[in-house]
């Protein structure tokens, strides 16, 4: 959505990022400086779906969601961690953000 501008990227970053910890399901989007009272409602708004869409996942999609992208994590030391092959990591991802786009309506 133009003006908008999610507060988390994907990795590589290595310092935490404002916004996100583990132990929240998503990332928060915030509104650019200039955007309006309606596109502050409209990331509202796709925020609530992608809340509702993450809870929908199966654990094991969840679980790699989070550390990949909120724990930021490689694939590989998640692979180690929960004691999986790497392409099992790559698979639930793939699946978890197909299923998330899905639930946004095809939004990115």
Known sequence: MPGARPVCSTRPRPLP???????????????????GADAGLMLAEKEGRLRLALKELPADQIQVVELSFFADKPHSQIALELGIPLGTVKSRLRLAMGRLKRAM???E
């Open 105 to 107: 309506g095809g939004e």
């Open 17 to 35: 990022r404002p916004g996100c910890s583990p132990s929240r399901a998503i990332c928060v989007l915030t509104p650019e400086p200039e955007a």
